[in-house]
């Protein structure tokens, strides 16, 4: 069964400084899709960014980009330049090609001081 | 003009009452869903619905029934409410075959007393 981990309960980061999440998933396939979300105290989830597995090419959105490294099957998040909005629990997600089904990781809550 | 809609955002009742939340979709997404985040920010997938079709029901007690009377609905209804039902309840959306993100409401906070 596929899997997705996020080691870091809680991350810290500075202002205007940059952070990383991590994500590590499990599976055995070769065709799937990674996203990253952000959940702010509203409780909405918005999508941060997205990547294609059979993409070479680094996910890049603004300040946020992805270190997709798919021998090993880590799947980060690079704030830069990170901002009081930032602040949010951030998830990492998983769908295998051809399925329907989306595997959140636990969440890593990111508190940016000022 | 909201994507994913769904009612109510807040629900509170008592241990043993039926409830239901309701879910509405204006994308055109083929495919909905439940999610139940529950006190520790644990986002876990309970049904799924394509095109009117149950196509995914993980481990999820009998009380919990989804219904879909078109593609652009999906409720939930909950039997016999226990205090350990109480979370955040997420519907979402996705066309999964052109590869889109999931699409989330913006969720029902239940919290049975």
């Known amino acids: 069964a596929q899997t997705v981990t996020q080691s870091q309960p809680e991350m810290s980061v500075q202002e205007a400084e940059t952070v990383t999440l991590s994500c590590t998933y499990d599976t055995s396939e070769s065709d799937y899709y990674l996203f990253w979300y952000k959940q702010p105290p509203s409780r909405q989830m918005i999508l941060v960014i997205r990547?294609?597995?059979?993409?070479?090419q680094n996910a890049t959105e603004n300040r946020f980009s992805v270190n997709f490294q798919k021998a090993a099957k880590s799947f980060s998040l690079k704030i830069s330049d990170s901002q009081l909005g930032d602040a949010a629990m951030y998830f990492c997600?998983?769908?295998?090609?051809?399925?329907?089904?989306?595997?959140f990781g636990t969440g890593t809550r990111l508190k940016v001081l000022a | 003009d909201t994507a994913v809609s769904q009612t109510p955002k807040y629900l509170v009742t008592q241990m043993g009452n039926d409830k239901s939340i309701k879910c509405e979709q204006n994308?055109?997404?083929?495919?909905m869903y439940w999610y139940k985040q529950d006190s520790k920010k644990f986002l876990k997938i309970m049904f799924s619905?394509?095109?009117?079709?149950?196509?995914i029901n993980e481990t999820v007690p009998n009380r919990f029934s989804p219904k879909s009377p078109d593609k652009a609905h999906l409720n939930l209804h909950i039997n016999s409410l226990e205090l350990g039902d109480s979370a955040v309840y997420f519907c979402?959306?996705?066309?999964?075959?052109?590869?889109?993100?999931?699409?989330f409401g913006s969720g029902t906070q239940l919290s049975v007393l």
């Open positions: 979402a959306s996705s066309q999964v075959l052109l590869n889109e993100k999931l699409f």
């Open positions: 994308l055109g997404h083929d495919t």
């Open positions: 997600a998983y769908r295998s090609g051809g399925t329907y089904k989306y595997i």
């Open positions: 619905y394509n095109n009117k079709e149950l196509i």
């Open positions: 990547q294609e597995a059979y993409k070479q």
